[in-house]
């Protein structure tokens, strides 16, 4: 039985020591390398006395550095928590915080930036590598189960302050083991990644990469914004699987991109973050009919994915497209106000059990008894499912289907984004007297409504929020008005703002 997905890349190692696991724009690493530089982390993070199952925070930027620190976190027992170097330092200090972290692994190039708000251990993962004295050793896990933690992902937080969402190696191991055979994924398929490490859809690039010997090229953040160059990135390097964002595939199609070039070894299209337009999808089945297209569906909290559906049928362009399944060993549950089980073709929340499930919050007890709850159709015995806070529905077909969000949470290119998050850094800039901000759900764009004496100098606004949220949380649009309108019960009126902007 297997308990730790480093059994995963020990196998593999044995297999292809000398084959490519991991390129990015920089280094290339073969399993044989990646297994070594991991002992070397592992053995360092041991000597400084960090207890098993602690977090420790990776502070580097994507590559293969990451991906030895993420192996060696798990070797010696620990669980690895990935750090956007980009965003402002006031977010990562407070993940930071939530954790209580004691340790946190970064490079050269980014420890002065990391010691200004860090004051815990630091380790330099290259001097990790260039000490002798953490030579040898291997693996410090024997403790290890497969219930304790792998990883944690913090995800957007609605009072500010990100969560932490906490997955055990089961929950991999199970989704891993899944997608392998459901999927037919070899040592022979080349990976061509696009999402953050701190982006649970890397979960599946990195764990199909130890599990089967593929190859995960990491392609430069550049390529996605200029889809003619990313085609020929794909070409160069042989890219045959492909797990992205909608918004990437939208932009090749918008683009026309594939009616001049098209990716010549890829196989396998697979997508999740977001909603899937069969607009742009039909673009993609024209060009590229012999290739395989997913739709994986899932929240962080239930280890990536819990539904998927394989395009084997046509659909018009304006029909929606189906989640469809679930994973295995996962059971979906569309609850009723979280009473009863809906019918076919009625509307619910989506809701899951299985060994997917996260583990909860890291130190938040109260948001993890708020959405992981006893399942309410039985009180026989404890048994915890996730509800989402996404609608859907039976077809008649049996197939799931997507209709939104029930509360202020969007999925924003491929992005889990709190509205109220947005909000509390607006208000911190201290430039505005209140704010309400919405998501214009058919034009993708995250709408600001502020209160204010006089319109906003919108690029030292800009300049100033950016230092508290993520690029990718900025409003886009903004309005501005004398007040902002409330409800009956003294709140700003969000439905009304909703229905506005339909309405533009």
Not at 39 to 52: D, L, R, V
Not at 479 to 503: P, T
Request: proline share 4%; with cysteine; hydrophobic share 35%.
């Amino acid at each position: 039985m297997q308990k730790s997905v480093i059994e995963y890349l020990e196998r593999t190692v044995s297999l292809f020591p000398n084959k490519e696991a991991v390129h990015d724009s920089e280094m290339s690493i073969t399993f044989s390398e990646l297994w070594k530089t991991a002992e070397h982390i592992s053995n360092a993070i041991y000597s400084e006395g960090i207890e098993k199952n602690s977090p420790i925070g990776v502070f580097i930027p994507k590559g293969c550095k990451m991906i030895e620190s993420f192996a060696g976190i798990n070797m010696c027992g620990c669980f690895y928590v990935p750090l956007d170097t980009k965003s402002p330092n006031s977010r990562v200090s407070s993940i930071l915080t939530t954790l209580e972290a004691n340790c946190v692994i970064t490079d050269k190039a980014h420890k002065e930036q990391l010691v200004n708000f860090y004051k815990g251990k630091v380790l330099v993962v290259e001097d990790i590598i260039s000490n002798s004295s953490f030579m040898g050793g291997g693996k410090n896990d024997a403790l290890q189960i497969d219930t304790d933690p792998v990883y944690s992902i913090f995800t957007s937080g609605s009072t500010g302050t990100p969560k932490g969402v906490v997955v055990a190696h089961r929950g991999v191991i199970d989704y891993i083991d899944w997608a392998v055979s459901t999927f037919n994924i070899t040592s022979d398929s080349v990976i061509g990644n696009q999402a953050p490490f701190y982006f649970d859809n890397s979960t599946l690039d990195i764990y199909l990469m130890y599990a089967t010997g593929a190859t995960l090229n990491i392609i430069p953040e550049s390529c996605f914004a200029f889809p003619a160059k990313l085609v020929d990135y794909l070409n160069e390097h042989k890219i045959t699987f492909v797990f992205w964002v909608p918004f990437v595939l939208v932009n090749v199609a918008n683009m026309n991109i594939l009616a001049s070039k098209k990716p010549e070894y890829l196989k396998d299209v697979f997508f999740a973050g977001e909603v899937m337009p069969n607009k742009h999808l039909n673009y993609w089945k024209k060009y590229l009919p012999d290739c395989r297209y997913v739709n994986l569906y899932g929240p962080t909290e239930i280890t990536v994915d819990c539904t998927y559906y394989v395009v084997e049928r046509n659909f018009t362009d304006d029909e929606p497209l189906p989640i469809g399944f679930p994973c295995r060993n996962s059971n979906v549950l569309i609850l009723v106000d979280r009473q009863r089980l809906a019918k076919q073709g009625e509307q619910g929340e989506l809701c899951v059990r299985g060994s997917s499930l996260a583990l909860g919050y890291y130190n938040n007890e109260e948001k993890t008894t708020d959405a992981f709850i006893q399942n309410p159709l039985h009180n026989h015995y404890p048994e915890t499912i996730y509800c989402t806070g996404d609608m859907v529905y039976e077809n008649e077909k049996g197939e799931i289907m997507y209709v939104g969000r029930i509360d202020a949470q969007i999925k924003h290119n491929g992005y889990r984004i709190e509205l109220g998050e947005i909000e509390t850094a607006i208000l911190g800039t201290n430039m505005v007297d209140s704010c309400c901000v919405v998501y214009d759900f058919t034009n993708k764009k995250i709408v600001l409504f502020y209160q204010a004496t006089e319109d906003l100098n919108m690029a030292e606004f800009r300049k100033i929020l950016s230092t508290k949220i993520p690029r990718y949380m900025l409003p886009t649009e903004y309005h501005r008005e004398e007040i902002l309108k409330q409800n009956n019960n003294g709140k700003i009126d969000r439905n009304y703002y909703n229905k506005y902007i339909k309405e533009l």
